[in-house]
T-cell receptor
Framework: DSGVTQTPKHLITATGQRVTLRCSPR?????VYWYQQSLDQGLQFLIQ???????AKGNILERFSAQQFPDLHSELNLSSLELGDSALYFC????????????FGNGTRLTVT | AQTVTQSQPEMSVQEAETVTLSCTYD???????LFWYKQPPSRQMILVIR??????QNATENRFSVNFQKAAKSFSLKISDSQLGDAAMYFC????????????????FGTGTRLTIIP
C-alpha cells in the first residue's frame, strides 16, 4: 500500500460529460502529481501541485484542470469528455526533493462511451 | 527537454534466468535521478530501484540491480533469478536534480518494456 488514495477506482461516462477524480496524498507529502496512461502506453505527466500551488504543467488539455486544497488532497477535473480521454489516471505524491520517489495511487480507470 | 527511451517493447525470460532491460536517456543536466518502476497486471506503479547520477556505484535491491553508464546515458535494469511475479511492464524514469528546476520534480517516463516470465 503506497498510502496514496484515489477515488473512484472506475468511472464510466458519456462523451461531453464532466468528471472529477480525487486524490489523497501520503501523510506528510506536499507534492501531488497527475499522470495519464492511455492503453498500453507510458505515463504522460499532466500537472504538479506543491502545498496548494501549481508547480509544473505538462501536456494537459485546456478541458482539464486541477487543484490542491488546504488539506493537501487534490482533484482533477475533466470536462467535455471525448472518447480519447479514456485512460488510467494516476495520482502520485512525494516529499520535496528530487531523490524522493513518487508514490503512486492505484489509479482511476476512466471509460468514455 | 529530457527524453527517456526504452527500445525493447517486449522481453521474455525463462524462470530462474537473468534478464536485462535497456533504457537510455537524453539530458544536458549533470544532476539527476533515475528510477525503474514496475507495473504488474494490477496496474499499480511500484518503485523497483533508483540511482543518483552523482554516484558511480550501481544501485542494487535484492535480485534487481542497475548498470548505470553516465557517459553513455544508459541505465539498464538486471533481474536475476527471474520469478513468475516479476512479470510486468517496466518503466524507466528520469527526474531532474538541477537546482534551476527545484520544485519542478516530475518524473519523465519511457514507453515501457513488457516482461514475460516463461515457466
Amino acid at each position: 500500500d503506497s498510502g496514496v488514495t484515489q477515488t473512484p477506482k472506475h468511472l464510466i461516462t458519456a462523451t461531453g460529460q464532466r468528471v472529477t477524480l480525487r486524490c489523497s496524498p501520503r501523510s506528510g507529502d506536499l507534492s501531488v502529481y497527475w499522470y495519464q496512461q492511455s492503453l498500453d502506453q507510458g505515463l504522460q505527466f499532466l500537472i504538479q501541485y506543491y502545498n496548494g500551488e501549481e508547480r509544473a504543467k505538462g501536456n494537459i488539455l485546456e478541458r482539464f484542470s486541477a487543484q490542491q486544497f488546504p488539506d493537501l488532497h487534490s482533484e482533477l477535473n475533466l470536462s467535455s469528455l471525448e472518447l480519447g480521454d479514456s485512460a488510467l489516471y494516476f495520482c502520485a505524491s512525494s516529499v520535496e526533493g528530487a531523490y524522493s520517489p513518487l508514490h503512486f495511487g492505484n489509479g482511476t480507470r476512466l471509460t468514455v462511451t | 527537454a529530457q527524453t527517456v527511451t526504452q527500445s525493447q517493447p517486449e522481453m521474455s525470460v525463462q524462470e530462474a534466468e537473468t534478464v536485462t532491460l535497456s533504457c537510455t536517456y537524453d539530458t544536458s543536466e549533470s544532476d539527476y535521478y533515475l528510477f525503474w518502476y514496475k507495473q504488474p497486471p494490477s496496474r499499480q506503479m511500484i518503485l523497483v530501484i533508483r540511482q543518483e547520477a552523482y554516484k558511480q556505484q550501481n544501485a542494487t535491491e535484492n535480485r534487481f540491480s542497475v548498470n548505470f553508464q553516465k557517459a553513455a546515458k544508459s541505465f539498464s535494469l538486471k533481474i536475476s533469478d527471474s520469478q513468475l511475479g516479476d512479470a510486468a511492464m517496466y518503466f524507466c524514469a528520469y527526474r531532474s536534480g538541477d537546482i534551476s528546476n527545484f520544485g519542478n520534480e516530475k518524473l519523465t517516463f519511457g514507453t515501457g518494456t513488457r516482461l514475460t516470465i516463461i515457466p
